[in-house]
C-alpha cells in the first residue's frame, strides 16, 4: 500500500512537471494576434471620422433641395444611410472589443514561469484601459447617433422650425467636440499600446532566443 502511494505521488510530479510551461510561446501568440484587432478598431474609427464629414455634405444637399420633396421623412435618404452606416461601424467595433478582450484575458491568464512579467502586466494593463475607453465611445456614440436621428427625423414635422434647425445643429456639433475628445485619448492609448506591445515581444523574443 505504502509503494502505491510513493508510485502515485511521483506520477503526480512527473504529471505536473510535464504540464509546466515557460507561457512564451503562448504569450507570443497572443500578442502578435492582438495586433491586427487593433488595427481594424482604428480603421474602423477612421471610417466612422470619415462618414460624420459625409453627414455634413448630405445635409447640405439635402437643404438645397425643394422642400416639396420631404427628403427628412424619407428613410433612405441619404443622411439615414449615413446614420445607418455609422451604426454599422460601431457594431464592428464592439465585435473586434470582444476578440480584443480575449488576447487581454489569455495573457492574463499566461502562468508561464519565465514570462517578463513587469512587460506583460504593463501591457495587459493598457489593453484592459483601452477596452474601456473603447467601451465608453461607442456607448456614447450610440446614444448620439440615436439623439441625431431623432432630430432629423423631427425636421420633417410640420412643427418644425428654424430654432428646431439650428438648436438641433448645435447640439450635434457639441457632440462632435466631444467625440473628437475621445478620438485624442484614444489615439494616445493606442500609441502607448504600441510601445508596450514591441516592448513585450522584443523581451520575448530574447527570451525564446536563451532558452532554445
Do not use: H, W
Request: hydrophobic residues 30%.
Amino acid at each position: 500500500m505504502k509503494k502505491r502511494t510513493t508510485a502515485a505521488i511521483m506520477t503526480t510530479a512527473l504529471f505536473l512537471s510535464g504540464c509546466t510551461t515557460d507561457g512564451i510561446a503562448e504569450a507570443t501568440k497572443d500578442i502578435k494576434e492582438s495586433e491586427p484587432i487593433e488595427e481594424a478598431i482604428v480603421a474602423q474609427l477612421n471610417r466612422v471620422t470619415k462618414q460624420e464629414k459625409g453627414l455634413q455634405e448630405a445635409f447640405e444637399a439635402t437643404l438645397s433641395k425643394d422642400k416639396a420633396e420631404k427628403p427628412f421623412s424619407d428613410k433612405e435618404s441619404t443622411i439615414f444611410k449615413n446614420i445607418d452606416e455609422r451604426k454599422n461601424s460601431l457594431e464592428a467595433i464592439k465585435a473586434s472589443i470582444d476578440e480584443f478582450d480575449l488576447k487581454q484575458k489569455s495573457l492574463v491568464e499566461n502562468d508561464g514561469t519565465t514570462l517578463p512579467e513587469k512587460e506583460i502586466d504593463s501591457l495587459t494593463t493598457s489593453m484592459k484601459e483601452m477596452s474601456i475607453s473603447l467601451n465608453d465611445y461607442t456607448k456614447l456614440y450610440e446614444k448620439n447617433l440615436a439623439e441625431e436621428e431623432k432630430y432629423f427625423q423631427s425636421l420633417a414635422s410640420k412643427e418644425a422650425t428654424y430654432q428646431t434647425l439650428t438648436d438641433g445643429m448645435a447640439a450635434i456639433n457639441e457632440q462632435d467636440a466631444t467625440n473628437k475628445e475621445q478620438l485624442k485619448k484614444l489615439n494616445e492609448q493606442f500609441e502607448q499600446l504600441r510601445i508596450q506591445r514591441k516592448e513585450a515581444q522584443e523581451q520575448l523574443s530574447s527570451l525564446s532566443e536563451s532558452t532554445n
